[in-house]
């Protein structure tokens, strides 16, 4: 089974700044499979990233994907208020499927 | 546009069963992986399992396989989740999502409770 470890936990931010997340795999993600989740409170999680680096459907260009191998980074260029949230990496390279724990992003 | 709404969440005692529905619309049911997944109160997300289009290949995360049997029937748009030997530990939202690689749409949840 693919681990997935997110770091930071939580990210303490101010809107306009920048955020980075991280999330590393335990074993090379040979097709760069892993996407990201946006989840606010009382909702389903939201597909934002896919293939490492595609945005889906109606996600804004602030948030952005990249990596390969073992490490893989979201980045979402300038914060607005909408974008606080705990955010999810999951790889579908292998089976299991597998999430990483997440990383909250809060208002500083 | 795509929906897709889950029901028969309910409370179950430990060894009890429940089956969940997800009812599909705003695209063809028929050409897409279907996948169910969990989330306990206050932590993140597991895989359940997943089936293909035709129902052929189907996927069962460990925690649930030899209890949980995932189905669907393409003429209802609908997928379901029956769920056997239920355990505390299987408490959480449940929620069906389009795909069974990067998850494309989700419904709402559905909650399940294991207590007696």
């Given at each position: 089974e693919i681990v997935l470890t997110q770091s930071p936990g939580t990210l303490s931010l101010s809107p306009g700044e920048r955020a980075t997340l991280s999330c590393r795999a335990s074993q090379s993600l040979s097709n760069t499979y892993l996407a990201w989740y946006q989840q606010k409170p009382g909702q389903a999680p939201r597909l934002l990233?896919?293939?490492?680096s595609t945005r889906a459907?109606?996600?804004?260009?602030r948030f952005s994907g990249s990596g390969s191998g073992t490490d893989f980074t979201l980045t979402i260029s300038r914060l607005e208020p909408e974008d606080f949230a705990v955010y999810y990496c999951q790889q579908y390279d292998s089976s299991p499927r597998t999430f990483g724990l997440g990383t909250r992003v809060d208002i500083k | 546009q795509v929906q897709l709404v889950e029901s028969g969440g309910d409370l179950v005692k430990p060894g009890g069963s429940l089956r969940l529905s997800c009812a599909a619309s705003g695209f063809t049911f028929s050409d897409y992986y279907m996948s169910w997944i969990r989330q306990a109160p206050g932590t993140g997300l597991e895989w359940v399992s997943f089936i293909r289009n035709d129902g052929d290949d189907i996927y069962y995360a460990d925690s649930v396989k030899g209890r949980f049997t995932i189905s669907r029937d393409n003429a209802k748009n609908s997928l379901y989740l029956q769920m056997d030997?239920?355990?505390?530990?299987?408490t959480a939202v449940y929620y069906c999502a389009r795909g069974?690689?990067?998850?494309?749409a989700w419904g709402q949840g559905t909650l399940v409770t294991v207590s007696s």
């Open positions: 990233i896919y293939h490492t459907t109606g996600i804004p260009d | 030997s239920l355990r505390g530990d299987d069974h690689g990067q998850l494309e």
